[in-house]
């Protein structure tokens, strides 16, 4: 899914293939995307799960470091997160009936009024 990233230039010109920085979740916290993001440069911020030990690094006598997690940008994604499911609880963004893209863009807008402007 990164490879298909395309974020758009201000000034015009070719889209970025890259993001600044990337949030997940504990599941996502495997080695192989932590090194496919690193051979990216690509900032992260994926917490590790709490059950994992750290594991030796490649043979190595001592275990491994533990990976730093930003908890303030985490708790950003969270929010965002929280927010998604907020607005699959309605029915007409969780089903999606629209067959047209920017019918859907519309209840999906409309929707998150709904939630903003509700106490």
């Known amino acids: 899914m990164l490879e298909q990233v395309k974020v758009p230039r201000p ?3 070719r889209p970025r293939t890259r993001p600044d920085h990337v949030g997940g979740d504990k599941a996502y916290s495997s080695r192989r995307n932590r090194r496919y993001l690193q051979r990216r440069q690509i900032k992260h911020t994926i ?6 030990e750290p594991t030796a ?3 190595a006598a001592r275990p491994a470091r533990p990976t730093g997690c930003d908890t303030t940008v985490y708790r950003r994604r969270n929010e965002v997160e929280r927010t998604i499911n907020r607005l699959k609880t309605l029915r007409a963004v ?5 067959k047209r893209a920017y019918v859907f863009h519309g209840t999906v807008t409309v929707a998150a009024i709904r939630l903003w402007l509700r106490p």
């Open 11 to 13: 000034g015009g010109g």
């Open 47 to 52: 917490p590790e799960p709490g059950t994992s």
């Open 57 to 59: 690094n490649d043979g």
């Open 94 to 98: 969780a089903t999606r009936y629209d």
